[in-house]
């Protein structure tokens, strides 16, 4: 397998997560999600789709840059690649928490959980390779800042 097909592979994999969780939002943002109380900073809705394409990328990247380290570090590649896989499904998971069930304390206890994974995927991937980390670096600020507007949007709205 050529490098370039391992790192195109996962982006598309990455996209295709992206695309899973929002065929389950899209209903919600249009319906649920208005109804909401939301906090000053909550960003226009035009902006997540964007934002998400390109950290999906991003984020493909990465993970295509660590896979194709595996024939020099065969344990620490598999390692970051597990966590990479455990938090690309707890970001899947959270669109079905939060806008699927509409539930944002299950989508806070998610997302709470995808930002210790994508920590720890970091911490692996720093074995592996410095640019795949650096990668991961938007991705961990977005979930940050998703987080914090996670929690206010539960905040105001229980």
Do not use: H
Request: aromatic residues 18%; charged residues 10%.
């Amino acid at each position: 397998m050529t490098k370039a097909f391992r790192i195109i592979g996962m982006v598309l994999l990455c996209l295709a997560i992206g695309y899973l969780g929002s065929k389950i939002t899209v209903e919600s943002v249009q319906t649920w999600y208005p109804t909401l109380e939301k906090p000053s900073f909550n960003p226009p809705n035009w902006l997540f789709a964007p934002v998400w394409t390109t950290l999906y990328i991003i984020m493909g990247i990465a993970a295509g840059i660590v896979w194709n380290k595996i024939a020099i570090d065969e344990k620490s590649v598999k390692r970051g690649m597990t966590f990479f896989f455990a938090q690309l499904g707890l970001n899947l998971l959270w669109s079905y928490l939060f806008f699927g069930l509409k539930n944002p304390l299950l989508g806070l206890f998610d997302i709470i959980l995808l930002w210790l994974f994508i920590y720890e995927t970091m911490a692996q991937f720093n074995k592996v390779s410095k640019t795949a980390t650096y990668l991961f670096i938007p991705y961990m600020l977005w979930v940050s800042f998703a987080t914090i507007l996670n929690a206010s949007i539960w905040w105001l709205n229980r």
